[in-house]
């Protein structure tokens, strides 16, 4: 699995978006430098 960095913050929305529109079962997003993860049943 590739990663991938994001060169801008982005909202809860705009991350969910994107996970969503991407089809991804699992993402992690950092914010505030607290991991959060996140888990999609495709």
Not at 13 to 33: G, I, P, W, Y
């Amino acid at each position: 699995m590739k990663e991938k960095k994001l060169s801008k913050n982005i909202t809860d929305r705009d991350f969910n978006k994107l996970v969503s529109s991407k089809n991804v079962e699992r993402a992690v997003m950092v914010k505030d430098n607290k991991v959060y993860k996140y888990g999609y049943q495709k």
